[in-house]
């Protein structure tokens, strides 16, 4: 009976072994996501400030000043839609056509829904020029 009683107990305990790996499996994974959701929030959060100060150098006619804060972006993310929709837009202010449609055109690889509006301001520029 003494012998039926210690195999019993070993077996419970080889199941909460089982039991406390895939737990403790289960934790780790769970953690990898949420730290990978953390990283992609911030990430999101980044380039919504990085879009803001765009923003607000655009709307203070601070050209110069956005088109070096989108070049530094492009450096570290090259095919960066938004830098290169806002260069575009600094192209535009300089009245220069060429460089507006081909920074245009590389925010349009990455964001095709854009080109309604692309194709506004380079038709008021055309129209201007």
Known sequence: MDQQLFE???????????????VSVACMLWSTKTLINIKNNLASVK?????????????RNK?????????????EYPNDADANWWLARCYCSRK???????????ALVV???WE???????RALEEGA
């Open 96 to 106: 220069d056509l060429k460089k507006s449609k081909e920074y245009f055109d590389q």
């Open 116 to 122: 309604g509006e692309a194709d506004k301001l380079l």
């Open 111 to 113: 964001n095709p829904s």
């Open 63 to 75: 050209i110069d000043d956005l088109d070096k804060l989108c070049n530094i972006r492009l450096i």
């Open 8 to 22: 019993v107990l070993v077996e419970i305990k080889n199941i909460l072994i089982i039991m406390a790996a895939f």
């Open 47 to 59: 380039r919504n400030l990085w879009g803001d100060e765009a923003g607000e150098l655009f709307s």
